[in-house]
């Protein structure tokens, strides 16, 4: 049997992960289950190939197991079938800022804010990949509004202050 660990990336991204239609925090994860899962989700698309929620729940299992291209792949497949679903896109920009492809991950969250602006995460993630780009002042709008939309979320909080660090940098520079 194999043996899986979860990456430092996916462990910063545990509160993203949803498994089975129910929230789960990485301490419920049973990481050597992950395997079981993917095969019942790998049965139920064989069943089923336009069973989008088994796409999107493949994919951030592949994402927990720093499997990107498999991610994205899964996504991209979901997308494909529900192109309506905010969700999807929300979760193919974090697997693409985690591949290092910024500008389709603020691509990706673009249209899952179009889709649902009411989400918070996705305004913080584009901000994440913004920052990454360097693009600090559309970073701090989306922080804004991430705050704004969840006030009581410290995360975003704090990335807002790290953002502000960044520039006070470059104009110090």
Known sequence: MNTFTLSPKATLM????TLFRGKASLE??????????IESLNQTIARNPKAVDAYLQRGRIYCLLDQYKEADKDLSAAIELDPEYADNYRMRGLIRILMERYDDATEDLTKAIALYSCAA????YRAIAYSAKKDYKNALNDLEQAIALEPSNARWQRKKSDVLRRMNEIVLD
């Open 121 to 124: 995460i996705a305004y913080g």
């Open 28 to 37: 419920e994860v049973s990481v050597k289950r992950l395997p079981e899962a």
């Open 14 to 17: 545990y509160f993203d992960i």
